[in-house]
């Protein structure tokens, strides 16, 4: 059974820094794609990160430059630093998993095989 947790959530001001991670088990995860997307209320769920089971990162514009996506194979575990918080930022983060083949688009959310909980992230102006 494969089961993906994620933690680090919280309040904090603008300028403050979070990691979230999120601890992955039941699967050979090192094969896998890894995904952070985060969802506002009221907004759809929208892509913010991914690493590449082959290596490369992508990240949506408003993170660039602020938000590291990396992973630990040997803990199994996918981490996201977020620096320089914004309030525009506060979203329920959630972490992905994907068998997709390489070269797949990783920014949608319909070649994610196995999703998270969610984390709350709240960042006060």
């Known amino acids: 059974q494969v089961q993906l947790v994620e933690s680090g959530g919280g309040l904090v001001q603008t300028g403050d820094s979070l990691r979230l991670s999120c601890a992955a088990s039941?699967?050979?995860?090192?094969?896998?794609?890894v995904g952070w997307f985060r969802q506002a209320p009221g907004k759809e769920r929208e892509f913010v990160a991914a690493?590449?089971?082959?290596?490369?990162?992508y990240y949506t514009t408003s993170v660039k430059g602020r938000f590291t996506i990396s992973r630990d194979n040997a803990k199994m575990t996918v981490y996201l630093q977020m620096n320089s918080l914004k309030p525009e930022d506060t979203a329920v983060y959630y972490c992905?998993?994907?068998?997709?083949?390489?070269?797949?688009?990783?920014?949608?959310?319909?070649?994610?095989?196995?999703w998270g909980q969610g984390t709350q992230v709240t960042v006060s102006s």
């Open positions: 039941g699967l050979a995860f090192n094969t896998y794609h």
């Open positions: 992905a998993i994907s068998t997709a083949a390489l070269g797949t688009n990783l920014e949608r959310t319909i070649v994610y095989d196995y």
């Open positions: 690493l590449s089971r082959g290596g490369p990162t």
